[in-house]
């Protein structure tokens, strides 16, 4: 069975700290990893994926994950946040199966990030 | 290049009507797929067509249903509406099929109210 779990609903941090969006997965066969961003009432922006080779993803506005196989963890981070970053974010594992699940995305319920100023 | 298109971006329906919501994605993607985004469930998934063929569908009523047509744009309706099925309906285009594990790229969603 694939599934994400995002373990904090909110993240706050002050502009210019490091921030950490965690997310762990559970997944049949080899893990295809995804976090996306969503801006109010707007659709799901791309920012990284991991699918094979190093396990530190360099991504889109600064953002890295570390994809972690023993921990089956894939947390997002950014070393120094900005107050433009706010917004939700979501972690996706793609479908390994054959059958109902290749090709479909399992999402976390999401994280809210706030980085104040 | 232009990126995944959703038509309309705001709908308001009255119970019992149904509606068609439109997506077309980039040029060359052939595999298209719709979630439903709800404050309560999340991000769900509906279904996902590839090459004019459902190949996934997710754990949906059958009122809701899609079709892709064979320049890759896709349609999805929704009959009966329930006050529940007011919603954010993302649709998302991939390159390939997703079996490589390209990026799936998603619209701006259309946001569907239900009075």
């Known amino acids: 069975a694939q599934s994400v779990a995002q373990p904090e609903d909110q993240v706050n941090v002050a502009e210019g700290n490091p921030l950490t969006v965690k997310c762990t997965y559970s997944?049949?066969?080899?893990?295809?990893l995804f976090w996306y961003v969503q801006y109010p009432n707007r659709g799901l922006q791309f920012l990284l994926k991991?699918?094979?080779?190093?396990?530190l993803v360099k991504g889109s506005y600064g953002f890295e994950a570390e994809f972690n196989k023993s921990q089956t963890s894939f947390h997002l981070k950014k070393p120094s946040a900005l107050v433009s970053d706010s917004a939700l974010y979501f972690c996706?594992?793609?479908?390994?199966?054959?059958?109902?699940?290749?090709?479909?995305?399992?999402f976390g319920r999401g994280t809210q990030l706030t980085v104040w100023p | 290049k232009a990126g995944v298109t959703q038509t309309p971006r705001y709908l308001i329906k009255t119970r019992g009507q149904q509606v068609t919501l439109s997506c077309s994605p980039i040029?060359?993607?052939?595999?298209v797929s719709w979630y439903q985004q709800t404050p309560g469930q999340g991000l769900q998934f509906l279904f996902e067509?590839?090459?004019?063929?459902?190949?996934n569908k997710g754990n949906f009523p059958g009122r809701f249903s899609g079709r892709q047509f064979s320049n890759s744009r896709s349609e999805m309706n929704v009959s009966t509406l329930e006050l529940g099925d007011s919603a954010l309906y993302l649709c998302?285009?991939?390159?390939?099929?997703?079996?490589?594990?390209?990026?799936?790229?998603f619209g701006s969603g259309t946001r569907l109210t239900v009075v």
């Open positions: 997944v049949s066969g080899n893990p295809y």
């Open positions: 040029s060359g993607h052939r595999s």
């Open positions: 067509y590839f090459s004019e063929t459902q190949r």
């Open positions: 996706a594992v793609r479908g390994a199966d054959r059958g109902s699940t290749l090709g479909r995305l399992y």
């Open positions: 998302a285009s991939s390159l390939v099929d997703g079996e490589k594990g390209w990026g799936y790229t």
């Open positions: 991991y699918i094979t080779g190093d396990n």
